[in-house]
């Protein structure tokens, strides 16, 4: 086996390049049948001249590597030629049926155009998971005859980190982590429609820090800002599976509740309640937390749900706070200074 040229520095942060046709001096000219060193000679250089790449043969064996796709991987040479999908960096169950539906079948007679770029993931050798693009283009001897598929990786894990971090920054609060007011207006139509169409029950928990106005008064925003954290981390602790908790903005949190009846609604909403009073805070003491709670009931628009559990806050902050109030008919119809536009929501 010829010994494998430099292939350059890693593309691990590079771009992919272009095939470039090279051909070696020693490849037997047109006309003559190829023999498998000559095969191997020509790999060897089409490689040289790619960045991160490996070729394919129409078998799905994999015919040579280059130095760079095994830096990428962390598997060696000797480790890769001749094995068979599923390949040894190949992610179980996940890069197979994503690389055969958009890669044609290299099988048949006769060879398609280049493959579209394709997003897979690949698997290190020492566990680690990460997503590269790849593109297999059809390859061929100078004698015309097939060798293979040329498939060329970009490692896109950087791409794929940084638009995490930008929809995390859009869906989440950046003070206590927690999914913000947009997030949850998605979740609560979501939940909705999802209830509407199984017929399970929902419930909405809306929660106020009382009097926290007072605390960033008298102990300064930072110190304000430490007790929403500690208030996020509490009512963190008391949630269950499938439930969601999101700060809406200043002290104000909601808990979207789904599938469970009114009573369970109820003991939701205080053990919330009981989190925040159960124990004194870190710097400011004692705090209360108001709750206020609605049901679906019928209801079939996120918005109507939304302004019930502000309704029924309402009436807990007026009733002397610290406590938790349902909504119930008596209350429909009352406006108050702190309603908010819960935003354009489809039914």
């Known amino acids: 086996m010829v010994e494998e040229p ?3 520095p890693s593309a691990v942060s590079g771009t992919t390049q272009s095939h470039m046709a090279v051909e070696p001096e020693h490849v037997q000219p047109s006309g003559l049948e190829p023999t ?3 095969q191997r000679d020509y790999a ?6 790619l960045n991160v790449a490996w070729i394919l043969s129409r078998d799905q064996q994999i015919v040579d590597v280059n130095g760079a796709l095994c830096e990428l991987t962390g598997f060696s040479r ?3 030629v001749g094995s068979r999908m599923p390949w040894p960096f190949w992610v179980p169950d996940g890069a197979e049926p994503i690389f055969d539906a958009a890669v044609p079948d290299i099988g048949r007679a006769g060879y398609p155009r280049p493959s579209l770029p394709v997003e897979i993931p690949v698997m290190h050798r020492n566990g680690i998971r990460f997503i590269v ?3 297999a283009t059809p390859a061929h001897l100078p004698d015309g005859s097939a060798l293979g598929w040329v498939t060329t990786f970009h490692d896109v894990s950087v791409r794929h980190d940084y638009t995490a971090h930008l929809e995390r920054m859009a869906t989440h609060d950046s003070l206590t982590g927690l999914p913000n007011r947009r997030l949850f207006q998605q979740r609560l139509v979501g939940e909705m429609a999802s209830s509407i169409r199984r017929d399970r029950s929902l419930s ?4 106020d820090l009382d009097n926290f106005k007072e605390v960033n ?3 300064g925003h930072p110190v304000g800002d430490r007790a929403l954290v500690q208030t996020a981390d509490r009512l963190t602790r008391v949630l269950r599976k499938g439930e969601l908790l999101v700060r809406l903005g200043g002290e104000e949190f909601a808990w979207i509740v789904p599938e469970v009846d009114a009573d369970g609604a109820w003991a939701a909403a205080e053990r919330a309640r009981e989190a925040i009073c159960g124990a004194p805070f870190e710097d400011v003491g004692e705090l209360t937390i108001s709750v206020g709670l609605a049901m679906r009931d019928g209801l079939r628009n996120a918005a109507t749900m939304y302004e019930r559990a502000d309704q029924a806050l309402y009436f807990a902050k007026r009733g002397g706070r610290n406590q938790t109030v349902a909504w119930d008919s008596s209350m429909a119809g ?3 200074d702190r309603f908010r536009d819960f935003g354009r929501l489809e039914q």
């Open 6 to 8: 430099d292939s350059g």
């Open 36 to 38: 498998p060193e000559s």
């Open 44 to 49: 060897h250089a089409i490689l040289r001249a």
């Open 78 to 80: 000797n480790e890769l």
């Open 133 to 135: 693009e790849i593109v």
């Open 204 to 207: 909405l928990v809306l929660l």
């Open 217 to 219: 008064d008298s102990f």
């Open 334 to 336: 009352i406006q108050s």
